[in-house]
């Protein structure tokens, strides 16, 4: 085993550092942030912090830095109150990694990664045709993390999109079948194989697998 | 493409819609925290929350409920200020989901599940010695989401210890060497297959493959 101290973090050169300690928390999602600026310009950013809050209410929150490139996710996100998670399949995820370099704000990056914009009634922000599942939120808060100045973005799922054969008989969602990705460190992109679904845990219980639709 | 509207989600049993809304994320970490209750019993419990909060300071954040089965680990990370996060891999991924079981406050998930406690000098919190990918963490904030009442418990990293052939020429820790797993919604476990690592993404300039040590 390598052993890292904290004093052996702090000689390390940023870049060294922000690829090993992004490496640590394990595999990320991989998710598409839609916003419009009110004004008809479409922003479009990746981002692997995306991470369920609760079912009910449905919540969903990302973490985002005020000063990053996806500051105009977040300006446009205070505006409208409204924006689309869509996640990233095997199909786009070059496109996908594209939306991080820093495009100008008066540039789409629909436009510039060869994305598609799709709307739907009476919802402000664009989706991703590409993907095979995506919804629209509704802004509840935004929480500062005062210790490294990031924040906690919080939205209320309100409409849902799935391709209908990866919807199971329990609400279980076969992410396998949609060819979503994942992400490790800051750059590593890599697809799935299943091990299996497994029941629920009980004390003094074998676990059993459980098929793709939630049956012992 | 099927269409799940608010309504619809509000007309769902509780069950299906925490399948649902868990898969809609994406994919997710599968850590272990691990904790001492300061008086020699130790917890252990998974987690497909924690997320990567920033670099510099290197924090990790991982969201709890303070009603659930997690509540051990929250009393005890309260009470001793530490913790470590314990990357789950395949050889002991069904023991890992075993933890979600509601075991009791005086009983060791260690012991229940046939996983081994391992101590470093001054942490007074164990490892998983079955783990590839493990660090320890001095608790820095828990903030409360009071939207649902959960919260982000927040811990600055100390101490790494990673198997020495899964760390890159560039600090890139490769997950995969690791047999690191990943989570879809509340029951399903996965490996992974690299697509490709990528160059940082810049305007108006075509990505380009890098090998699994960050090169061009």
């Known amino acids: 085993m390598k052993y890292i101290s904290h004093k052996d973090l702090t000689k390390m050169t940023s870049r060294y550092r922000a690829q090993m300690i992004n490496s640590l928390s394990g595999f990320k999602s991989a998710n598409l942030v839609g916003t419009c600026n009110g004004d008809q310009l479409n922003n479009l950013a990746i981002f692997s912090s995306v991470v369920h809050l609760g079912s009910s209410p449905a919540l969903v929150g990302f973490i985002t830095r005020p000063d990053s490139v996806e500051r105009h996710t977040l300006e446009n996100i205070k505006r409208t109150q409204r924006y689309t998670i869509n996640q990233v399949n095997e199909s786009f995820w070059r496109k996908a990694h594209q939306t991080s370099a ?15 914009a799709e709307y739907v009634d009476k919802i402000n922000a664009p989706f991703v045709k590409e993907s095979s599942l995506k919804y629209a939120l509704i802004l509840k808060e935004i929480i500062p993390i005062e210790l490294n100045g990031t924040l906690l973005v919080i939205g209320e799922i309100t409409d849902i999109f799935c391709a209908e054969h990866a919807v199971k008989a329990d609400g279980y969602i076969d992410l396998e079948a949609l060819n979503t990705i994942t992400i490790t460190g800051l750059d590593s992109y890599h697809t799935s194989n299943r091990l299996s ?20």
């Open 102 to 116: 820093r495009y100008e704000a008066n540039e789409c990056e629909f436009m510039k990664t060869g994305l598609t």
């Open 197 to 216: 679904r497994v029941s629920y845990a009980k004390p003094d219980t074998l676990l059993s697998n459980l098929s793709i639709d939630g049956k012992t």
